[in-house]
């Protein structure tokens, strides 16, 4: 099983970045796939979720300005984020598993950093 984070850079506050998650090696349109992230000094939290019948879930920090999606042809999900700011500035992983409250599968992030 393997999932490789793409997309991360360096943005100024109010712009955008879209991450991708390439996966591969299990049953993966069955599974809850979502986006974390770790801001510097701070826990893992989540960001966004979706399951394998395309519902999803936010935090509150980034509704109506991130979408996360999934394309099951290509093994890919996606994580387009809008009207960042400093406090998006993070690592952020992407993560797989068969239920959508039990992640098994983690990358190895890719950095955000938001400039102001």
């Known amino acids: 099983v393997q999932l490789v984070e793409s997309g991360g850079g360096s943005v100024q506050s109010g712009g955008s970045l879209r991450l991708s998650c390439a996966a591969s090696g299990y049953p993966r349109s069955t599974y809850c796939m979502g986006w ?3 801001p510097p000094g701070k826990e893992r939290e989540g960001v966004a979720v979706i ?7 936010y935090a509150d920090s980034v509704k ?21 700011n400093s406090t998006d500035t993070a690592m952020y992983y992407c993560a ?21």
């Open 64 to 84: 109506g300005r991130f979408t996360i999606s999934r394309d099951n042809a290509k093994n890919t999900l996606y994580l387009q984020m809008n009207s960042l």
């Open 51 to 57: 399951d394998s019948d395309g519902s999803t879930n």
């Open 36 to 38: 974390f992230r770790q």
């Open 96 to 116: 797989a598993g068969r239920r959508c409250y039990e992640f098994t599968y983690w990358g190895h992030g890719t950095q955000v950093t938001v400039s102001s």
